[in-house]
């Protein structure tokens, strides 16, 4: 996940991937100021519904692979309008061909996890009381931001706790964010909330962080310290979102190529951490990371070793051509005919991470529910894939996200 302006992110978990009328890729095209066509790419609400299983080894036809999904400037009443009409929509028969489905019974249990952005309260009125908690398994809390010292802090004690003077942070329980999440952690018992550090604009530190295991068991610890010790029982786990190791993310980014090791020897320092604290409260705390779609996967992460170490991985698969200037798919599901980078779709980056030897059940796949909008692209095959003057910019309030957001894989 990335700083994005005001967005909810959702997962869902379904049973199977494939191609069908349940998929609706969107490629619309409109008269552009100039006279020449403009094309708009997105994916449809319905792609919720339709996944195809990746593993058939022995013998088992399906596994359970997480499904995540953005929802970007999306009221929580109409979040919860959408996963209703998706429910109608895995109900509905047309939504896909007859499979044969397996009855082992699944190693985990679906997860149904959210992104929060704290700062969505301040700028799009974000309201945590009327999210869905009763169907989210998981809210993760973005972010927390690694100070100077090495240590992880508070991303804004204003909006986190209500400390909004120079004073510090709060003492009292009840103030901010924090508070919110609270009283809807009451009103759903059975939902787990986690704290992510970093992302697009607060990974320059990640680096030095890793780099020894002094320098790791003192993150390490501040993080254990901030997010469980010091909010009595609200945390369950910790999210690392460091965009991203070795190479990638902001120009002004610390990266170094023993990165890809450090990355691993960090996330393994946290879950020391977490499970001597977990051994004292009688309980077991939560470890997951956000990680890259592309291919540069292998470069950036010792994937095996990390899958090991996490509860699971949420892959950021969309963005795919937001750094480029190819009118193309945000999310695409399957290569298209013709298109010039048929490593960035959806299927290809779980292919990746499951011959990297993670397992589906350890996936949480990302879907967006924005487009991106094209200027100057030819009337051919749609204009999709083509080349434009520009790359993709920002469509109507409410349907897209800044033009600043970054690339993903």
């Given at each position: 996940m990335?700083?994005?302006?005001?967005?909810v992110?959702?997962a869902?978990?379904a049973?199977?991937m494939r191609?069908?009328?349940?998929?609706q890729?969107?490629?619309?095209r409109?008269q552009g100021?100039?006279?020449?066509q403009?094309?708009?790419?997105?994916?449809?609400?319905?792609e919720?519904?339709?996944?195809?299983?990746l593993d058939e080894?022995?013998?088992r036809?399906?596994?359970?692979p997480?499904?995540a999904?953005?929802?970007?400037a999306?009221h929580?009443r109409?979040?919860?309008?959408v996963?209703?009409?998706?429910?109608?929509?895995?109900?509905?028969d047309a939504?896909?061909?007859?499979?044969?489905?397996?009855?082992?019974?699944?190693?985990e249990?679906p997860?149904?996890?959210?992104?929060?952005?704290?700062?969505?309260?301040?700028?799009?009125?974000?309201?945590?009381?009327?999210?869905?908690?009763?169907?989210?398994?998981?809210?993760?809390?973005?972010?927390?931001?690694?100070?100077?010292?090495?240590?992880?802090?508070?991303?804004?004690?204003?909006?986190?706790?209500?400390?909004?003077?120079?004073?510090?942070?709060?003492?009292?329980a009840?103030?901010?964010?924090?508070?919110?999440?609270?009283?809807?952690?009451?009103?759903h018992?059975?939902?787990?909330?986690?704290?992510a550090a970093g992302?697009w604009?607060?990974?320059?530190?990640?680096?030095?962080v890793?780099?020894?295991?002094?320098?790791?068991?003192?993150f390490?610890?501040?993080?254990?310290?901030l997010?469980?010790?010091?909010?009595?029982?609200?945390?369950?786990?910790?999210?690392?979102?460091w965009?991203?190791p070795?190479r990638?993310?902001?120009?002004?980014?610390?990266?170094?190529?023993?990165?890809?090791?450090?990355?691993?020897?960090?996330?393994?320092?946290?879950?020391?951490?977490?499970?001597?604290q977990?051994?004292?409260?009688?309980?077991?705390?939560?470890?997951?990371?956000?990680t890259?779609?592309?291919?540069?996967?292998?470069?950036?992460?010792?994937?095996?070793?990390?899958?090991a170490t996490?509860?699971?991985?949420?892959?950021?698969t969309?963005?795919?051509?937001?750094?480029?200037?190819?009118?193309?798919?945000?999310?695409p599901?399957?290569?298209?005919?013709?298109?010039?980078?048929?490593?960035?779709?959806?299927?290809s980056?779980?292919?990746?991470?499951?011959?990297?030897?993670?397992?589906p059940?350890?996936?949480v796949?990302?879907?967006?529910?924005?487009?991106?909008?094209?200027?100057?692209?030819?009337?051919?095959n749609?204009?999709?894939?083509?080349?434009t003057?520009a790359?993709?910019?920002?469509?109507?309030?409410?349907?897209?996200l800044?033009?600043?957001?970054?690339?993903?894989?």
């Amino acid at each position: 996940m990335s700083n994005r302006t005001g967005w909810v992110g959702m997962a869902l978990s379904a049973d199977w991937m494939r191609p069908s009328r349940c998929v609706q890729l969107i490629a619309g095209r409109r008269q552009g100021e100039d006279g020449r066509q403009e094309t708009a790419a997105g994916w449809g609400v319905l792609e919720l519904g339709c996944w195809l299983t990746l593993d058939e080894r022995a013998g088992r036809s399906l596994t359970r692979p997480a499904v995540a999904c953005i929802v970007a400037a999306m009221h929580p009443r109409r979040i919860i309008r959408v996963l209703a009409a998706t429910s109608l929509a895995l109900a509905a028969d047309a939504c896909a061909p007859k499979v044969q489905v397996s009855t082992a019974p699944a190693s985990e249990p679906p997860r149904i996890v959210g992104y929060l952005a704290s700062w969505g309260v301040r700028s799009k009125g974000t309201r945590i009381a009327e999210l869905p908690g009763a169907q989210l398994t998981h809210i993760i809390y973005a972010f927390a931001r690694i100070g100077e010292d090495g240590r992880l802090a508070l991303g804004d004690p204003c909006l986190d706790t209500g400390a909004c003077d120079s004073t510090g942070l709060s003492r009292t329980a009840d103030g901010g964010n924090f508070a919110e999440l609270r009283r809807l952690k009451e009103r759903h018992p059975h939902l787990k909330l986690l704290v992510a550090a970093g992302g697009w604009t607060g990974s320059g530190r990640f680096s030095d962080v890793a780099l020894t295991p002094e320098s790791r068991r003192t993150f390490a610890q501040s993080a254990v310290d901030l997010v469980i010790r010091r909010t009595n029982g609200l945390f369950d786990g910790i999210d690392i979102d460091w965009e991203y190791p070795v190479r990638g993310g902001l120009a002004t980014n610390v990266t170094r190529p023993e990165d890809r090791q450090n990355c691993t020897l960090l996330l393994q320092a946290l879950r020391a951490q977490l499970d001597e604290q977990g051994a004292r409260d009688g309980r077991r705390y939560l470890l997951t990371i956000a990680t890259i779609a592309g291919p540069a996967v292998f470069a950036q992460l010792e994937l095996g070793a990390v899958a090991a170490t996490v509860d699971w991985l949420n892959v950021m698969t969309y963005d795919y051509h937001s750094g480029s200037k190819i009118a193309h798919f945000n999310a695409p599901l399957y290569t298209a005919t013709g298109d010039p980078t048929p490593g960035f779709t959806v299927d290809s980056t779980v292919r990746r991470y499951v011959h990297g030897g993670v397992s589906p059940t350890k996936l949480v796949i990302g879907l967006p529910f924005y487009g991106r909008v094209y200027g100057g692209v030819a009337s051919t095959n749609d204009g999709l894939p083509a080349c434009t003057r520009a790359g993709p910019g920002r469509m109507a309030h409410g349907h897209g996200l800044p033009s600043d957001h970054p690339p993903r894989p």
